[in-house]
């Protein structure tokens, strides 16, 4: 489709296919990100869930992880979802040792936050930003967000108001995985975001 944004996918581990799958219904074109060349020619990039660990290390290998931190801080549209949230995070607690992430967002999250008892599990998500009925979140071996800094906008909590999506600025991140729940109003959010700044990159251009 003409004028469809270009949104990457890391491609080292997690569940690429997913994703690529709800972005290519809402209309836009998938491009896999393997390498920092690819990264160029995005207009918006997803951090899929998977493990963050296993991401973190690949993308060092790939030369990947500086060319990322200088897209997040140039304002390129990032949606983290899962371990892609915790490859986002400033701080991550309980990760390995010598664990990184990219970073860009002022939280502290905390991986595998609700324990071995409850490894997975679905809720109903009430989200003001994307209107009033709620959104079936699927949370796999889940991270939370422990503490927010003031320019985080949390966009929502569980019942006991743990904070499960946010964001910042260019960066988008949920705990649980939309790609799953046949929800695609999380990742039409953030192509909102992709176009808005495509079409301003657009007008400066002329
Ligand atoms: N527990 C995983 C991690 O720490 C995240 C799980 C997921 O992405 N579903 O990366």
Sequence with gaps: MA???????????????EHERVLQGLGAETVRVRRAEELGRVDGLVIPG??????DKLSRQFGLQQPIREAISTGLPVYGTCAGLILLADRIIDGTEGQQSFGGL???????????????????LTVPALGEEPVHATFIRAPIVERAGADVEVLAALSDRTIVAVRQGN????????????????HEYFLRHVLARVRSATASAR
């Design 3 to 17: 004028g469809s944004p270009r949104v990457g996918v890391i491609a080292l581990q997690g569940d690429v296919r």
């Design 50 to 55: 998977g493990e963050s660990t296993v991401i």
């Design 106 to 124: 002022d939280i502290a999250v905390r991986r595998n936050a609700f324990g071995r008892q409850t490894e997975s599990f679905e809720a109903e």
């Design 171 to 186: 960066l988008l991140g949920t705990s649980f995985h939309p790609e799953v729940g046949g929800d695609a109003r999380f």
